[in-house]
């Protein structure tokens, strides 16, 4: 069974950081390209980053660039998410998600997006 589990959950303060992991079973994550999204309450699923199967090229959104980096490490079947200077404003549900795209494809739109995990709440709060 193809499954995707997110962990690194955690209430931070702005201008913290925090580094989620998502972890794949019943699958090799490398033969798809991965996505972070997140759900604020009240709010639609937004696109946050992604990376390649080739693990070369990702993708940020606006709000997000110069302040997260996401990469794999395909021998641990885990892609990540490092999350640097946190504002309140990124308080959401944080979920990953696999895609089945070109090589060297990676894109935030979701509804590319076949498999989903089931979600880590990030809350930044003082």
């Known amino acids: 069974q193809l499954q995707l589990v997110e962990s690194g959950e955690g209430l931070v303060q702005p201008g913290g950081s925090l580094r989620l992991s998502c972890a794949a079973s019943g699958f090799t994550l490398d033969s798809y390209t991965i996505g972070w999204f997140r759900q604020a309450p009240g709010k639609e699923r937004e696109g946050v980053s992604c990376?390649?199967?080739?693990?070369?090229?990702?993708n940020y959104a606006d709000s997000v660039k110069g302040r997260f980096t996401i990469s794999r490490d395909n021998a641990k079947n885990t892609v990540y998410l490092q999350m640097t200077s946190l504002s309140p404003e990124d308080t959401a549900v944080y979920y990953c998600?696999?895609?089945?795209?070109?090589?060297?494809?990676?894109?935030?739109?979701?509804?590319?997006?076949?498999?989903w995990g089931q979600g880590t709440q990030v809350t930044v709060s003082s």
């Open positions: 998600a696999a895609a089945r795209r070109p090589y060297y494809s990676c894109s935030v739109f979701r509804y590319e997006y076949d498999y």
């Open positions: 990376i390649s199967r080739s693990g070369d090229n990702t």
